[in-house]
Nanobody, 123 residues
Framework: QVQLVESGGGLVQAGGSLRLACVDSGRTFSNYAMGWFRQAPGKEREFAAGYSRSGGRTYYADSVKGRFTISRDNDKKTVYLQMNSLKPEDTAVYYC????????????????WGQGTQVTVSS
């Protein structure tokens, strides 16, 4: 059974950085593509970044490209999201998700989700 636990959220000033981590307690982490999504109050959940199951391919939403970096460590069963140059509009609950297959920006195509971690960026 896959269980995802996010950590690393918090309150940061605009321009600051945070690194989120998502640990998978399941056994087949390397078989899944990984995604980070976020949901701001009153808005729909949106794709932020993704990492392929193999080949080291990464994908980013235009809104975070150049500022966020997704990485994964299969030995530690962990995916990271390094967030730099944070802006108030990055404030949201951030979720990690696994998908058995290729990366997708569609949240309905992901199989497992974490509980989320709050990121708040003050101006």
């Amino acid at each position: 059974q896959v269980q995802l636990v996010e950590s690393g959220g918090g309150l940061v000033q605009a321009g600051g950085s945070l690194r989120l981590a998502c640990v998978d307690s399941g056994r087949t982490f390397s078989n899944y593509a990984m995604g980070w999504f976020r949901q701001a109050p009153g808005k729909e959940r949106e794709f932020a970044a993704g990492y392929s199951r193999s080949g080291g391919r990464t994908y980013y939403a235009d809104s975070v490209k150049g500022r966020f970096t997704i990485s994964r460590d299969n030995d530690k069963k962990t995916v990271y999201l390094q967030m730099n140059s944070l802006k108030p509009e990055d404030t949201a609950v951030y979720y990690c998700a696994l998908r058995y297959g290729s990366i997708s920006p569609r949240n309905e195509e992901y199989d497992y989700w974490g509980q989320g971690t709050q990121v708040t960026v003050s101006s």
